[in-house]
């Protein structure tokens, strides 16, 4: 099992910036990618950034020039830095990890960390 911890969420306003980190624990050998993803009251997860184990990222469109995703392979963490916030980022924040076993791989997710952005 892999556990994850996300912190760093917090309430900020329109323009500024902020930065997630999130900790895995336990059984962390194997975790390949490693992404963030938020949620909103009566939407579906989706992705915000996702990083490879060899470092290669992937952005949602709407994040694209203001987030950037990043991660540290020693400490098993993987960051989020968030600038420009607008309104609209205003979401849970999910850590999710990915870790292949034999044919199958298996998904672990954080608790949330929630971010506002007021105006």
């Not at 963030?36 to 996702?50: C, D, F, H, K, M």
């Amino acid at each position: 099992q892999v556990q994850l911890a996300e912190s760093g969420g917090g309430l900020v306003h329109t323009g500024e910036s902020l930065k997630l980190s999130c900790a895995a624990s336990g059984t962390t050998i194997g975790i390949t990618t490693m992404a963030w993803y938020r949620q909103t009251p009566g939407t579906q997860r989706e992705l915000v950034a996702s990083i490879t184990g060899g470092g290669r990222t992937n952005y949602a469109e709407a994040v694209k020039g203001r987030f950037t995703i990043s991660r540290d392979n020693a400490k098993n963490a993987v960051y989020l830095q968030m600038g420009s916030l607008k309104p609209e980022d205003t979401a849970v924040y999910y850590c999710k990890a990915d870790r292949p076993l034999g044919m199958q791989t298996y998904y672990f997710w954080g608790q949330g960390t929630q971010v506002t952005v007021t105006t």
